[in-house]
């Protein structure tokens, strides 16, 4: 299994910056793509930031520009660091990862959810 930790959340001011941050734990043979999302009530998680084993991003239109996401390999944890923030912003902002866990020749690829972190963007 694996456990993501996320921290960062908060209250800030419209143009004011956040950065969020997710630990990924457990048994863990490889982590692939790692994510950001975000979901406001009666809306669908949309995309926020993704990225790849081999550093790849990419963006939702609404953020490009704004936001950066990062990973460090040895930590297992990914970042988002969020400027020029907008009350638009506003949302809990949820962690994904696909990784692989088990044992030598039982091997299992999932994708897991933080248990998210809310965002409030003030005008």
């Known amino acids: 299994q694996v456990q993501l930790v996320e921290s960062g959340g908060g209250l800030v001011q419209a143009g004011g910056s956040l950065r969020l941050s997710c630990a990924a734990s457990g048994s863990i043979f490889s982590i692939n793509d790692m994510g950001w999302y975000r979901q406001t009530p009666g809306n669908e998680r949309e995309l926020v930031a993704g990225i790849t084993s081999d550093g790849n991003t990419r963006y939702g239109d609404s953020v490009k520009g704004r936001f950066t996401i990062s990973r460090d390999n040895a930590k297992n944890t990914v970042y988002l660091q969020m400027n020029s923030l907008k009350p638009e912003d506003t949302a809990v902002y949820y962690c994904?990862?696909?990784?692989?866990?088990?044992?030598?020749?039982?091997?299992?690829?999932?994708?897991?959810w933080g248990q998210g972190t809310q965002v409030t963007v003030s005008s």
């Open positions: 994904n990862v696909a990784a692989v866990t088990g044992i030598p020749g039982y091997r299992y690829a999932n994708n897991y």
